[in-house]
């Protein structure tokens, strides 16, 4: 069957409203998030109009996704190292090799380079592969094939072929994960025309990311973060898409914009809370979708707040983060005062004692106190004190 | 010699039964893949080289860093996450090394030392050093890219180089069956052009004997050689425990290698005088390792920043 023609999602030039928080908007009981909502229709968009109650895990949450796209189409395939193993990617593909059969779900011998080429193979004869990586660092054994053939072939082919793929892979963080098992590399892909790039931070948006991912054309990079596998926030039972080139505000706020890419989304609404208790009102932003990036929708904020720091869940030089301080820079430049910041990884590799692995990366705390000293345009040394419901997760080993 | 053997193999059981018994207290802030059971392929490969021959090796790492002489106190500092460590508390269990003992490190990604143990092969050959290069890896790095080009290269080159392929039939929880259509990895290094051999039972004597064959034939200039150690690894993938509750592999499966337990085997070999007293001074070794490394402290605040780059020369 030639699926992947059947199933285009609609054309990418649609005007994109500003942001999907409000009309469709659903606020989880005890949360600052506010959710977008989209419906399971791949060409038009409706609410979904019952309450959602269902709490789901962010793997559970990717795993019903999978197992939707699966279930609604014959052509999606998963596999990659593991996906069939007992610990089932941490469980992201539970049961899924005993439901749909070892043609659909395989676990695939360690060749990163030739299973990505293969997977492009598949895609170009009408498949929607997934491919799956339990860490990101192990998608540079896969550059040449996903940089000079996935992303380029619909171009250099004068659009005679497309290559649906989704490549789906973990960021590391903790417990000594260290300088190979810990990068978000992700801009990488950003850098490339031909490739989109999702990097879900909810339950909720890892569904319908997912979804929207799978029934995308092109190739696409699923960005996920080990730690984010551990949240849970409301999930519809229903099918959803959360579709390419819309962020989310996920907070309102006047005083400072603050964009947290991934991970760093969580770390950004911990600093919010902790602002308050200086007086500073912070809107928090999740872009969501990095590539195409819905830069309207972060303007638009800056513009009321002439504020931005972004954070980024990786190097800042340049990352994600740098990209979106540029646009928002050439966007604004001449028509508001504004002060920008950058926050990431530290510029060093990854150290696995826990001592320096603490200063690697930024938290709710350190980008409290970047944002308040952006906000008065001095280095004022508040940093807040630790709040222990704010607290990073606490990851234990051994992996 | 089996006393030597015995020591270094009892050592190295020894302090990963500690490094795993450590676990609990979460001083240990880093993945470990112990190397319980696999022992003796690094022992006996190991006690075929000289001290300036160099080994690359893996992230399953502590028995090639102890048997080729890395020094354990650093070794368990790293673990500990220590500034003594061997890379400051900055690499971690995964990323052991000892440039003085020979150990040139070991990554986290499957299979990427493979070339690099060649290419230090190749300076070596250029400069017509006498040292040799031992590669070692488990059964799946022989399944990336990079294990067929790095042995290309090794051949068309004649590198001094020895590979060690550590078969224990799985990665992580998949038996190499699942993994190759042809289980012979052997057969592969034979067809890129080298002398192959397998070694079945993960006898020490045995992988002493034929690892001095092959070595003096690869320091003669005979170029490269391949070894695949039949072995099988106790423990879980990562971590400290065992893991077979998760049904990927049955105790029975396991039992035959516990049976001929290399460290009772070399045990029996010894006067028993001697091996209480070795065994004795490998205790105080380990217990002091330990000690050093929960004395010594976290590097300071400043060390974030710093082996970035290595300070410009003059
Ligand atoms: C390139 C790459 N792919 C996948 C992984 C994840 N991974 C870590 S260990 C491992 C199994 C490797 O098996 P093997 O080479 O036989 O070594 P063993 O662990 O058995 O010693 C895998 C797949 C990785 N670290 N690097
Ligand atoms: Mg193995």
Not at chain 1, 249 to 276: F, K, N, P, W
Not at chain 2, 81 to 90: D, I, N
Not at chain 2, 165 to 182: D, F, K, L, V
Request: net charge negative; proline share 5%; aromatic share 8%.
């Amino acid at each position: 069957m030639t699926a992947s023609r059947t199933t285009r999602p609609a054309r990418q030039s649609r005007a994109l409203p500003k942001s999907v928080a409000g009309a469709e908007a659903l606020r989880s009981p005890g949360e600052a998030n506010v959710w977008g909502f989209e419906d399971s229709a791949p060409a038009k968009q409706s609410e979904i109009s019952r309450p959602v109650t269902r709490t789901l895990s962010y793997v559970e949450a990717l795993r019903e996704a999978t197992d939707f796209e699966m279930a609604r189409h014959e052509s999606v395939v998963v596999f990659g190292l593991d996906v069939d193993d007992p610990k089932a990617i941490q469980g992201t593909t539970r049961g899924l090799a005993e439901k749909y059969g070892p043609e659909r779900v395989f676990g695939t011998p360690l060749s990163e380079d030739a299973m990505t080429g293969a997977a492009i193979g598949m895609a170009l004869a009408g498949l929607r592969p997934i491919h799956v990586h339990i860490r990101m660092d192990f998608l540079m054994l896969a550059m040449n094939q996903l940089v000079n053939v996935a992303a380029k072939c619909h171009y250099m082919y004068g659009g005679r072929v497309h290559v649906p793929l989704v490549v789906r892979a973990m960021i590391g963080k903790s417990w000594g994960q260290g300088a190979q098992h810990s990068q978000g590399l992700y801009s990488f892909f950003m850098h490339v025309p031909g490739f989109k790039v999702v990097a879900p931070a909810t339950p909720y948006d890892a569904k319908g990311c997912l979804a929207a991912a799978v029934r995308d054309d092109n190739p696409v990079l699923y960005v996920e973060h080990r730690h984010l596998h551990f949240t849970h926030g409301l999930v519809p039972e229903e099918s959803y898409l959360v579709r390419p080139g819309k962020a989310r505000i996920t907070a309102h706020g006047s005083d400072i914009t603050l964009v947290g890419i991934s991970a760093m989304q969580t770390e950004c609404l911990a600093a919010r809370h902790y602002l308050t208790t200086a007086g500073i009102d912070a809107e928090v932003i999740d872009p969501i979708w990095l590539s195409p990036l819905d830069i309207d929708t972060i303007a638009d904020s800056v513009e009321r707040t002439g504020r931005l720091l972004v954070v980024d869940n990786g190097w800042i030089a340049c990352g994600a983060g740098s990209e979106i301080v540029a646009a928002i820079a050439e966007r604004l430049m001449g028509v508001r005062d504004l002060r920008v910041q950058r926050m990431g990884f530290a510029p060093v590799t990854c150290p696995t004692t826990r001592c320096l692995e603490d200063l690697f990366y930024p938290n709710g705390r350190t980008i409290a106190a970047a944002a308040r000293d952006l906000v008065e345009g001095t280095k004022t040394g508040w940093v807040p004190d630790e709040e222990p419901k704010l607290a990073k997760l606490e990851f234990k080993g051994p992996f | 010699m089996h006393e030597q053997l015995y020591r270094s193999l009892y050592r190295i059981r020894r302090v990963e039964e500690h490094a795993a018994r450590a676990y609990p207290s979460d001083k240990i802030k880093s993945p470990v893949h112990l190397s319980i059971g696999q022992e003796a392929v690094s022992v006996g490969v190991c006690a075929a080289l000289e001290p300036n021959d160099v080994v690359f090796g893996t992230y399953r790492g502590h028995a090639l860093y102890l048997a080729k002489g890395g020094d354990l106190k650093q070794m368990i500092a790293e673990l500990y996450g220590k500034v003594t460590g061997c890379a400051r508390g900055k690499g971690g269990s995964m990323h052991l090394i000892d440039p003085e003992a020979g150990v040139m490190g070991a990554s986290a990604v499957v299979g990427t030392t493979i070339a690099n143990a060649v290419g230090y092969a190749y300076a070596l050959k250029l400069r017509r050093e006498p040292a040799i290069v031992a590669s070692f890896f488990g059964d799946g790095a022989t399944e990336e890219g990079v294990f067929a080009e790095s042995l290309n290269f090794a051949v068309l080159k004649q590198l001094p180089i020895l590979f060690v392929c550590e078969n224990n039939q799985y990665a992580i929880h998949t038996h190499q069956r699942q993994r190759q259509g042809r289980p012979d990895i052997c057969a592969r290094a034979r067809a890129l052009g080298m002398p192959a051999e397998c070694i079945e039972n993960n006898e020490l004597l045995n992988l002493v004997e034929r690892g001095k064959q092959v070595v003096g034939r690869i320091r003669s200039g005979l170029g490269p050689h391949f070894m695949e150690a039949m072995t099988y690894r106790w423990q879980e993938h990562v971590g400290p425990g065992a893991d077979f509750h998760l049904g990927y592999r049955t105790e029975d499966e396991a039992q035959p290698w516990k049976d001929s337990d290399q460290v009772h085997r070399l045990a029996d070999l010894i006067d028993p005088v001697r091996r209480t007293e070795i065994e004795t001074e490998v205790e105080e070794e380990i217990a002091a390792a330990f000690d050093f490394a929960e004395s010594s402290p976290f590097p300071s605040p400043a060390e974030l920043h710093e082996h970035v780059f290595q300070e410009v020369c003059a």
